[in-house]
């Protein structure tokens, strides 16, 4: 019996977003909330082809503080 790739390990998931690369002529800063589980995800969302970049879980108002301080951010989005 072969396995192929099936335990491969992943040192570094890419996202095709690097964070320096924020620019707020192209990308808003949205926080994407689920209706079921609560869960909360920053990010960048790209103003011309609508696609999401996440950046860091939210767990409490202080990591969203810490968002907003991080990317110079004064307003964000909320999606669900």
């Known amino acids: ?4 790739g099936l335990f491969k390990k ?3 998931i890419n996202t095709g977003f690097d964070s320096p690369a924020f620019s707020p002529e192209t990308h808003y ?3 994407r909330s689920s209706i079921c ?8 969302k790209d103003r011309h082809d609508g696609r999401f970049y996440e950046v860091m879980l939210i767990r409490s108002p202080r990591d969203l ?5 991080k990317y110079g ?3 964000v989005k909320t999606e669900y």
């Open 37 to 44: 589980t609560g869960e909360r995800v920053a990010g960048f």
């Open 1 to 4: 019996m072969v396995f192929i």
């Open 65 to 69: 503080e810490e968002f907003k301080a």
């Open 10 to 12: 992943h040192s570094k």
């Open 29 to 31: 800063a949205v926080v």
């Open 73 to 75: 951010v004064d307003s």
